[in-house]
């Protein structure tokens, strides 16, 4: 009997997406106040600044929470129709979602509270994997829904527990 996500489970995955979104969204700011301390400078309290940095620390605090989560309550498996190669990216993609969601917070914080140049380059690196792991994801998503009909999208859209 497959487990399905719970409440929490599906309340963390989307509070997190928008959250993530925010900060692409918004992270002009935040750049433009890093160009500034690079090049020496000090930079003014600016409200999106701070968003950004408090943002981004309410993301670890909840992706901590949902790796907690996941690692006590488990996950539905895969639908047994998907290619076994399939699968496998799938698992792949949200192991390296967890370790990005995970990545991007901490190096941004060495990189802004320790001013380490280096954890600003990984930060960025970061950024683009990211951004193209969360597509592939999305691209995997519509493939379940629209061409292999598992209708996966469900899973994440109906907890099947309490909690
Ligand atoms: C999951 C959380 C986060 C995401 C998705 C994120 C995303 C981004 C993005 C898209 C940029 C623009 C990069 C560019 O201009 O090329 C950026 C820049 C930056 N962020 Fe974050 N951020 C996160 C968390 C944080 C946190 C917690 C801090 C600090 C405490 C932080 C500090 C910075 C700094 C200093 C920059 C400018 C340096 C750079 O471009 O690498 N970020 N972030
Ligand atoms: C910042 C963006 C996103 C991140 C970081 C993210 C991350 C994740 C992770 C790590 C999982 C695996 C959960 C687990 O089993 O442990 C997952 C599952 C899922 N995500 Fe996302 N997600 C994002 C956006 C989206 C979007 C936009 C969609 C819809 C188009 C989506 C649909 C799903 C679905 C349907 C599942 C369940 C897959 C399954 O049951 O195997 N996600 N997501």
Do not use: C
């Not at 309340?11 to 969204?25: C, D, G, K, N, P």
């Amino acid at each position: 009997m497959p487990i399905p996500y719970t409440r929490a489970q599906i309340r963390l995955h989307w509070l997190v997406f928008i959250l993530i979104a925010l900060q692409y969204v918004l992270h002009e700011p935040m750049s433009e106040a890093w160009d500034v301390i690079e090049d020496g400078g000090s930079v003014a309290f600016d409200p999106l600044v701070f968003v950004h940095v408090a943002g981004g620390m309410l993301i670890l605090l909840l992706v901590v929470l949902r790796i907690g989560l996941r690692l006590r309550v488990g996950a539905p498996p895969l639908p047994a129709e998907e290619p076994a190669a399939m699968k496998m990216l799938a698992h792949v993609t949200h192991l390296g979602l967890y370790v990005l969601m995970i990545g991007m917070p901490v190096s941004g914080a060495v990189a802004w509270f320790g001013g380490a140049e280096a954890a600003a380059e990984a930060h960025e690196v970061m950024r683009a994997i990211l951004l193209a792991l969360v597509a592939l994801h999305v691209v995997g998503a519509l493939y379940h829904q629209f061409v292999l009909k598992t209708n996966l999208m469900n899973r994440m859209r109906t907890p099947g527990r309490a909690g």
